[in-house]
């Protein structure tokens, strides 16, 4: 994950003194690597009214002033893993586009509730393409959760039923309903997907709990037009933004706070099992100014 692109932020910093001509390059830089023109504009005035005039000491003054200052903007977004689990049983919905790392990162929150003592149970609502099924059966056998799947191309609300009803008659502490991913462009995906949550609240109007949406970190702006659209047929309760491992601008995950205010339960950092992290402001803060 980087932040500033393959522009150093220590080469702006290198001048003695913060003027006006410096702090509009720094705005250029955030704007460049995807935080937003209002975040990078907040953040600008922020620098300027703390240091402008004064002269640079150590560039790690400048460094720890910012990472502070984006801690403290993403603090409000942090959501615990622990409020994924607030009933018995709690069902959770995963969705986004095809590639994001839905399934992955099921396996990955299984992981995490199961060391934690908790019984679960993946659904395979992506009956779209017989690897996906296989893929989160993969993941159910190796964390030892309970899975439910139907045939390649049944009805992905069934699944949810199923899924759904044996986690409350195992009495369960979570179910995860993988979802298929190709939204946008093919509507019976999307016809499909709005079924699985009307059928859910037949069952009970609560459910399901939380639906969360899984984000690429490596589409960039992208990322936000996948929020937007989400948001309009589901009621999306938290983020999961993955491949922060890779060289993807990290920025993208402050404009999306400051522009949908949609909480951040969990970052993505690897493809193992262990590489769910939960959501930290300052751990995130912190990895994006080392870069
Ligand atoms: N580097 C990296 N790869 C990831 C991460 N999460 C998922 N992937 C990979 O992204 C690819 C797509 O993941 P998958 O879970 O099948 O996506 P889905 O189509 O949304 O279900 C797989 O190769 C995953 O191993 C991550 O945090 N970092
Ligand atoms: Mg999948």
Redesign the pocket.
């Known amino acids: 994950m980087k932040l500033f692109g393959n522009f150093n932020l220590s080469n702006l910093f290198s001048k003695k003194k913060i003027d006006k001509d410096l702090l509009n390059k720094f705005e250029e830089l955030l704007i460049e690597s995807d935080v937003g023109t209002e975040m990078a504009s907040d953040l600008k005035e922020k620098l300027k009214n703390e240091k402008i005039g004064k002269e640079i000491k150590d560039k790690k003054e400048i460094f720890d002033f910012l990472g502070h200052q984006i801690s403290k903007l993403l603090l409000p977004y942090e959501k615990k893993l622990t409020e994924l689990n607030k009933s018995s049983p709690s069902i959770v919905v995963?969705a986004?586009?095809?590639?994001?790392?839905?399934?992955?990162?099921?396996?990955?929150l299984g992981k995490l509730f199961k060391d934690d003592g908790k019984k679960i149970v993946f659904g395979a609502a992506?009956t779209f393409r017989a690897?996906?099924i296989e893929?989160?059966e993969l993941w159910s056998k190796k964390i030892n959760a309970d899975f439910v799947k139907s045939d390649l191309g049944t009805d992905p609300a069934s699944v949810g039923y199923k899924t759904v009803k044996v986690a409350e008659e195992k009495k369960l502490d979570l179910a995860f309903i993988?979802t298929a991913?190709r939204l946008q462009n093919k509507k019976n995906l999307m016809e499909e997907y709005k079924k699985i949550f009307t059928v859910l609240k037949k069952i009970n109007p609560e459910y399901p709990h939380e639906t969360i949406l899984?984000l690429?970190?490596t589409t960039g702006q992208n990322a936000l037009n996948q929020v937007e659209e989400f948001q309009k047929i589901s009621n999306i309760t938290g983020l999961i933004i993955?491949?922060?491992?890779?060289s993807a601008k990290g920025g993208i995950l402050l404009a999306i706070c400051k522009k949908y205010s949609l909480p951040i339960i969990a970052?993505?950092?690897?493809?193992k099992e262990s590489?769910?992290h939960p959501f930290s402001s300052k751990e995130f803060a912190k990895m994006l100014i080392k870069n």
């Open positions: 995963v986004g586009v095809n590639g994001v790392g839905k399934t992955t990162t099921i396996g990955k992506d690897a996906a893929q989160l993988d991913g899984v690429d970190a993955t491949k922060l491992d890779t970052v993505g950092m690897g493809e590489d769910l």
